[in-house]
């Protein structure tokens, strides 16, 4: 079975731009979440999507949206990028009474 | 509201000694409790569960839900532990997010 794909791996935004992140999740995975991961604040839910509605969102601003089409796959959206949305964003999914299997991230670099 | 803590940002042994990484956790009913680990350059891994009970890598962790914890043990450290260990529970009733502690750093000393 393939893993969680995450598209790009790499991604260099400057500010005030917006960015869209990709998810893949492994085949028969309904629920999809999402995370940041910073050095200084390890690893924040941002949200989660299961048959494509959020069931749980954290404590991000609004610039930062998501959304989960009917093929489980999801995407991350980030508006008006900041210097301080640098991070790896992570996306997990997973199945009811398992825990979650994360993609290797998408590392965001903001100048 | 759920929450994980890992008291300790970095924990530093040396190889063969014993390794114990501390999650204490809230949670109002009975929650699920797993740790990960990522070693460099790679992804965040699945490491345990606490319903399955089982060894791996030589660390097992122990529920003890009167006291809250979840700790990672493991009796002689290797070189190859060395990682980033994060505890993280799981809410029960049907879809739950999971949350994740800071991570504890684990560095073994050759």
């Known amino acids: 079975k393939a893993g969680v794909t995450q598209t790009p791996r790499y991604l260099i935004k400057t500010r005030g731009q917006q960015v869209t992140l990709s998810c893949s999740p492994i085949?028969?995975?309904?629920?999809v979440s999402w995370y940041q991961q910073t050095p200084g604040q390890g690893l924040q839910f941002l949200f989660e999507?299961?048959?494509?509605?959020?069931?749980n969102k954290g404590n991000f601003p609004g610039r930062f949206s998501g959304r989960q089409f009917s093929n489980s796959r999801s995407e991350m959206n980030v508006s008006t990028l900041e210097l301080g949305d640098s991070a790896l964003y992570l996306c997990?999914?997973?199945?009811?009474?398992?825990?979650?299997?994360f993609g290797q991230g998408t590392r965001l670099t903001v100048v | 509201a759920q929450r994980v803590t890992q008291p300790e940002k970095l924990l530093s042994v040396f190889k063969g000694a014993p390794v114990e990484l501390k999650c204490n956790y809230s949670?109002?009913?009975?929650?699920?409790l797993f740790w990960y680990v990522q070693y460099s350059r790679q992804r965040l891994q699945l490491l345990l569960r606490?319903?399955s009970r089982e060894s791996i890598k030589g660390f097992t962790a122990d529920l003890n839900k009167g006291e809250t914890s979840f700790h990672l043990k493991k009796p002689f450290a290797q070189e190859e532990d060395s990682a980033m260990y994060y505890c993280a529970l799981k809410g029960s009733g049907g879809y739950q997010k999971v949350t994740f502690g800071t991570g504890t750093k684990l560095q073994v000393i050759p």
């Open positions: 085949s028969g995975h309904r629920s």
């Open positions: 999507y299961f048959s494509e509605t959020q069931r």
């Open positions: 997990a999914s997973s199945l009811a009474k398992e825990g979650v299997f």
């Open positions: 949670y109002s009913g009975s929650p699920e």
């Open positions: 606490h319903i």
